[in-house]
């Protein structure tokens, strides 16, 4: 809790903001500082936490500390602070340290692509404190983190209560929002959701390497891509995604090395363990990673897509390479 004398000093900010929602980042990031530059234009008082100075967000309302103690200063009681890191131990570190600047009632959410797993244990540990742990899976990538996104958000329904309207007003539209259900059940459905997403991509690679090499026609790629994206049964976000990375970047160019975070391969050791057959998701894992040895038109395109989804880099990231290592906590 703060003592009086800091609560003091911080009540001229409290004003001016007495009437709009306030919310909490901590990591602003690609993903995080998307959502606070669409939440200040929501209408929602935003203060992030960031290890170095972010102009480009405080020119645009965004205010912005390096420390937890102005972030809980600044909010309301109830308050709720999304982290948008790295899963793994960047997310225990930071509960560490910020919880004791809590108090009771108070929400965090994580909006990483945490194992649900981890989730739930670490919702039983931060709700003996008397704060709630919601785990907020989050998709749309930066686009939907900037303009409307899609959020699958499991926990206690006190701490949904309090979190909801912040979540809807950030949310793409009125079902870009759902309560899954128990602590977990949001990152395990974000997990299923990924474990798809890695499926289709798959697909449309392949497709585009039967169009490059199929029959010596002499295709335009790109067109064909936009027809499919008006009225086709595969049209959708990934395919308008496709033609425009076609259109903008040097295909041959592009590396068929593959980095992800490897978050998928959790689920696939879930359904083993389970005794659920997954074969599309599996063998779409496979062929990741065989994009690191291989080179081929469908690798260069899921490759495409995920640069145009989520800014994910072309070509080895010995950064995401790590994150691959220890992103999970608990075993499978």
Not at 214 to 231: E, K, Q, V
Not at 279 to 288: C, F, K, R, T
């Amino acid at each position: 809790m703060l003592d009086p004398k800091t609560a003091a000093t911080n009540e001229s900010s409290r004003m001016y903001t007495s009437n709009k929602m306030r919310m909490g980042i901590i990591g602003l990031g690609k993903m995080g500082g998307n959502l606070a530059l669409q939440g200040v234009e929501k209408n929602i008082a935003v203060i992030g936490k960031s290890r170095r100075g972010k102009p480009e967000l405080e020119s645009k309302g965004v205010k912005v500390v390096d420390d937890y103690e102005s972030i809980v200063s600044y909010l309301h009681n109830h308050r709720v602070i999304y982290i948008s890191l790295p899963a793994g131990l960047t997310v225990v570190t930071v509960l560490k340290v910020l919880l004791p600047y809590l108090d009771r009632g108070d929400v965090v959410m994580d909006g990483g692509n945490s194992f649900y797993m981890d989730s739930i244990r670490r919702e039983k540990e931060v709700f003996e404190k008397g704060i709630y742990f919601l785990d907020c899976g989050t998709s749309g990538g930066l686009d939907g983190a900037r303009f409307g996104a899609c959020f699958m958000v499991g926990g206690r329904d006190a701490g949904i209560k309090i979190a909801e309207p912040i979540l809807k007003a950030l949310a793409i539209n009125e079902d870009g929002y759902v309560y899954t259900g128990q602590p977990g059940s949001g990152h395990f459905v974000n997990l299923v959701h990924n474990g798809i997403e890695i499926g289709i991509l798959q697909s449309i690679g392949e497709g585009v390497s039967l169009l490059l090499q199929g029959n010596g026609f002499n295709l335009d790629l790109a067109r064909i891509f936009r027809n499919w994206s008006n009225g086709s049964v595969i049209r959708g976000w990934l395919i308008e995604l496709m033609e425009k990375g076609l259109r903008e970047q040097d295909f041959d160019k592009i590396p068929s090395y593959i980095e992800d975070t490897g978050e998928v391969n959790w689920l696939i050791q879930d359904a083993i363990n389970k005794e659920i057959p997954i074969p599309v998701i599996s063998q779409s894992v496979m062929e990741l990673f065989k994009s690191r040895n291989k080179d081929s038109d469908a690798y260069k395109s899921i490759a495409l897509m995920r640069h145009g989804f989520g800014g994910h880099p072309f070509g080895k990231d010995k950064y995401i390479a790590q994150e691959r290592k220890t992103s999970r906590i608990s075993r499978i």
